[in-house]
């Protein structure tokens, strides 16, 4: 089991502070998020100026925005940020992507697509691109939502045979899910009706996983939640289900209102340290 901190907000220089120190702290990743404009969740800044400016001030980390709406962000721009963000931290990065949440005026304030069918059918044909374009070799594509006459983009990323996709996958959603096998590593959801998340569900996602994918290279199951760092085995008993269950990342969380408390709410946590099974 790794373990990430999802930093849910604070002003710029709180966010690139609070990256050393989870380093520090033991955290095996840090994450951002990715959105336009959400006007609850108060300061929002760039994922990938942040993401670059984290990568400057730590060494071991992994970094990532959890998640990027691909549906809403041109694939070769994307492609080039992400090698780019790559090279900057030496192999670190993650990409973690989805449809993306409606809520971000990202989307239906500026003239994106909200159907989901849609939606779906971008993240395929982007994703499809990033991988080409990072190849470093002649690559073209002909989708029914782009079209790329051949280019090779160079470099490629540092990592291989790629930089690590995360990709959401609806349980038991069957054409979800086979997107995310394609990839490496899960991000587990349920719609809405279809009631939480249970760790019986992640190990039925990783029996499913074992059996239908292809491949033999890495795959994460990863999941969120959050755990009192003061109190080191009560944190090790909310995660290890987890665990148990198949999920190779634990993602700490503080999600809500950015604010001076949550702030110290979050850089108290994290100076605790990650919830270790003991």
């Not at 962000?73 to 940020?81: L, M, N, Q, S, T």
């Not at 409606?102 to 159907?115: I, M, P, Q, R, Y």
Request: charged letters at 25%; a negative charge; one cysteine or more.
């Amino acid at each position: 089991m790794q373990y990430g901190f999802i930093l849910p907000g604070g002003d710029l220089s709180t966010l690139i502070e609070l990256a050393p120190e989870a380093e520090d702290a033991g955290w095996d990743g840090v994450f951002y998020w990715d959105a336009i404009c959400i006007e609850a969740a108060g300061l929002m800044y760039d994922p990938w100026i942040v993401l670059a400016a984290m990568a400057t001030r730590t060494t071991r980390i992994r970094i990532g925005a959890v998640l990027t709406p691909l549906s809403r962000r041109r694939p070769w721009k994307v492609a080039r940020e992400t090698v780019t963000l790559d090279h900057l931290s030496n192999g670190r990065l993650i990409l973690p992507v989805g449809l993306g949440a409606l809520d971000d005026g990202g989307f239906a304030k500026v003239g994106e697509a909200t159907e989901r069918k849609v939606r779906a059918q971008l993240l395929d044909e982007s994703l499809e691109i990033l991988t080409g374009l990072w190849s470093g070799q002649p690559f073209s594509f002909q989708g029914q939502h782009y079209h790329v006459e051949e280019m090779t983009f160079l470099p490629p990323p540092v990592q291989s045979p790629r930089i690590p996709i995360w990709v959401v996958g609806v349980w038991p959603r069957m054409k979800s899910m086979q997107r995310a096998l394609r990839y490496d590593g899960l991000l587990p959801n349920k719609m809405p009706d279809d009631g939480e998340i249970t760790p019986a569900d992640i190990q039925a996602m990783k029996t499913f996983i074992a059996r239908e994918r292809s491949s033999a290279t890495p795959f994460d199951i990863v999941w969120e939640g959050e755990t009192p760092g003061e109190n080191h085995g009560q944190a090790s008993d909310i995660v290890r289900p987890w665990a148990e269950a198949g999920a190779t990342w634990w993602m700490e969380t503080r999600w809500g209102t950015w604010s001076s408390s949550r702030e110290q709410q979050v850089r108290t946590r994290i100076r605790q340290g990650p919830p270790r099974i003991q």
